[in-house]
């Protein structure tokens, strides 16, 4: 088992940052990818975000891309999403997410563990 805790929303303004984290614990090695999800009020949760196990490797969204980064600490067993230059609409719950192959990162039906999810709300 895995368990994910994600930590960092909250409220900025359009422009702002934030930094999202999400800590792992418990089988955490065979985690080969770890992505970002997110769901906004009344939409269906939506890949942002996912970075291979060492780190070197990410694929974003089209619509975050340039914006937000992505990135792990393998000895901190914690990944992060760097969210910049922010949008009222990234205005979602954001999930964090891991799995153990490193395929079909966009599809969350694919990913075996979750955390509860954290609230980013940007307002204009």
């Known amino acids: 088992q895995v368990q994910l805790v994600e930590s960092g929303g909250g409220l900025v303004q359009a422009g702002g940052s934030l930094r999202l984290s999400c800590a792992a614990s418990g089988r955490t090695f065979s985690n080969n990818a770890m992505g970002w999800f997110r769901q906004a009020p009344g939409k269906e949760r939506e890949f942002v975000a996912a970075?291979?196990?060492?780190?070197?490797?990410?694929y974003y969204t089209n619509s975050v891309k340039g914006r937000f980064t992505i990135s792990r600490s393998i000895a901190k067993n914690t990944m992060y999403l760097q969210m910049n230059s922010l949008k009222p609409e990234d205005t979602a719950i954001y999930y964090c997410?891991?799995?153990?192959?490193?395929?079909?990162?966009?599809?969350?039906?694919?990913?075996?563990?979750w955390g509860q999810g954290i609230q980013v709300t940007v307002s204009s």
């Open positions: 970075v291979n196990w060492s780190g070197d490797t990410a």
């Open positions: 997410a891991a799995k153990s192959v490193l395929v079909d990162l966009v599809d969350s039906r694919k990913y075996d563990y």
